[in-house]
């Protein structure tokens, strides 16, 4: 099957991510079957009507499907790629939504020959993680990173792309490790960053209770991060280690840099400093993305 | 005066903080004035009744007023206390919303006898600036920190409570180094801290332009603040340094322990400290605040 419209999609793992694209797809495939390994995950997808069917045993799930999608953590979706290969169909495209792409790309290397990988990562996400929290608007206009790998046919990459289109987001072609060396910049280090606020604060809040009755909105965006699910970013930050050191290492020296001005009182060049870097977001959120 | 209802109050400086401020306490005085530098800011201010008068000269904007609030930024509040008290009447309640008030509660000691010094900082503020951001309900539900000093008398306290309570804020008093001291944590910190994440995008971009098209909603919020007042946070840093840098070393040391259990491949550290931190802050923010 070439034509998304004609394919039975099944997404396996109905969190935020796989329940939102299921109903994303929902009008746009034959059918879309859902994995979970909960039966009440299961019984709020299909009433909420993200899926037609759904079903507990993996096997079951991905037999008759044109397209099957991982939409796990990270190490989930790796060990899912090493047992998945026999239970597909010759042709079946298997995409992923994980957030670090080159040891999924590297593992799907390894796949049988009648199976064509992809690797993929909406650029999109809540701090809300789950079934419930599923939002079939959830892609709409973001980008969806593509890592296709040499061996990934025209065929497969064309469904690929009408899959990505089908749920409102813009197709971006990127190699996996420039993906993971720019999200640990992105996304990893902004996660990072917000849990040593809390840590911050929570350590202080031994010394003064006062400390979270008065942080405010500006506190709660920053610290945003810090919510995400932790099983989804302990697998993201293992398993993309030595960018998101690097990216802290990066961090760590800019850190420095303010630091100093403050300390030398250097007014000038704060004031320098805090007006390219209040210019430079201006800029890239004025842009349209 | 003793009753707000019959209060003149003069705002001085008519940004974000002031200008919402007065639309406001618009509705709960006897009359509004501002005090602004420019005349197209005087002239949006009485355009949108946010004031009733509005003058560009502080003596004539004062001279009348039972009441006076200083909204501009901390060093221009510091220069405002030093010739503001000639030109006041006597048992004149002279306010502030400024972030760091060790410094500006220290200056108003000095102001002359027949003056009624009150710091104050309301708990709210948004990364937009000046009077077209202005809103009548920015102080709505959010803390309002009042700093009284020994010779605040009880008449200009019930007045500033009853200000506070009238743009629909919840008065909270505090010692203005304690007040310095959190607010360095919960807010002068996170300002610094999204700025350093800025500054690594921005640096990364010079090698790799994709890193803005690749940031999503997670890094908007955590930089968030750096698209703060310039001005605003400069004072705000120079006013507060020592905290500042003291809430800068804690926030480093426990960004090391993250960085330190991701060099360690520590998968049960890791993922306890993340789901304490996740916890801690969900608890924080489930509170009513």
């Known amino acids: 099957v070439k ?31 859902g994995v979970a390994r909960r039966q009440e995950t299961i019984d709020v997808a299909v009433k909420r009507g993200l899926v037609d069917h759904a079903a507990l045993d993996l096997s079951a799930g991905v037999r008759e499907a044109d397209a099957v ?10 060990s899912l790629i090493d047992r998945i290969g026999p239970l597909l169909k010759p042709d079946c ?41 599923a939002d079939p608007r959830l892609y709409r206009g973001k980008p969806f990173v593509l890592t296709p790998l040499s061996r990934t046919s025209v065929d497969a990459m064309a469904m690929g792309v009408a899959l990505v289109e089908a749920v409102g987001a813009n197709p971006m072609l990127l190699d996996a490790q420039r993906h993971d060396h720019l999200l640990a910049l992105v996304s990893h280090l902004p996660y990072l960053v ?20 008065t942080a405010a909105s500006g506190f709660r965006d920053t610290s945003r991060l810090a919510s995400s699910n932790v ?18 290492d990066a961090y760590g020296a800019q850190l420095s840099v303010l630091k100093r001005l403050l300390v030398d009182g250097d007014e000038r060049g704060l004031r320098s400093l805090l007006t390219a870097l209040c210019d430079e977001r201006d800029s890239a959120y004025r842009q349209p993305s």
């Open 3 to 33: 034509d998304l419209n004609l394919a039975q999609v099944s997404i396996i793992g109905l969190g935020l991510m796989g329940g939102s694209l299921a109903g994303a797809l929902h009008d746009h495939c034959r059918i879309i079957v």
């Open 69 to 78: 999608i991982l939409a796990t953590p990270v190490r989930t979706i790796l």
């Open 93 to 133: 495209l298997l995409m992923d939504l994980g957030s670090t792409k080159s040891p999924i790309v590297e593992r799907m290397a390894l796949l049988p020959e009648h199976v064509q990988p992809l690797g993929g990562h909406p650029l999109c996400g809540r701090e809300v993680s789950g079934i419930d929290a």
């Open 194 to 213: 917000s849990c040593a606020l809390v840590a911050t604060a929570r350590k202080s809040a031994l010394a003064d209770p006062l400390v979270w009755a």
């Open 231 to 248: 099983t989804m970013m302990t697998d993201i930050l293992l398993t993309n280690r030595q960018d998101v050191l690097a990216a802290l």
